[in-house]
C-alpha cells in the first residue's frame, strides 16, 4: 500500500476455515488505515481470490507458481463476469 504515514502490513492466517488475509493497519499522512489488501479462501479444493489491492497480483502470482486457471476463482467478480473470464466460475 502506498502512504504517507506509518501502514504496517499483518498476515492473517486461518488454516482451519481456509482464509488468509494480508491486513494493512497503522496511519496514513491524515487518516487512519484499516483494510484488507489480499484475502484468499480455499473452497471446493480451489483458490477464491476474494479481494486482491496488491500491487503485484496474486492471481498472476498464482498462475506463475503453476496453478492452473481451472482452480482459480475470481471471487470479487460477479457470477455472471466470471464465465467470460478463462478461469474457474466456481
Known sequence: MLS???VETLPMFDERNGSYLLLDVGWSKT???HSV???LRIKDDKIWVERDNTDVGIVEELLVAG???DEIVI???RPE???ITEFSVA
Open 67 to 69: 496453478v492452473p486457471n
Open 4 to 6: 504517507y504515514g506509518d
Open 75 to 77: 471471487g470479487f467478480y
Open 81 to 83: 463476469r466470471r464465465k
Open 31 to 33: 487518516d487512519r488505515v
Open 37 to 39: 489488501s489480499l484475502h
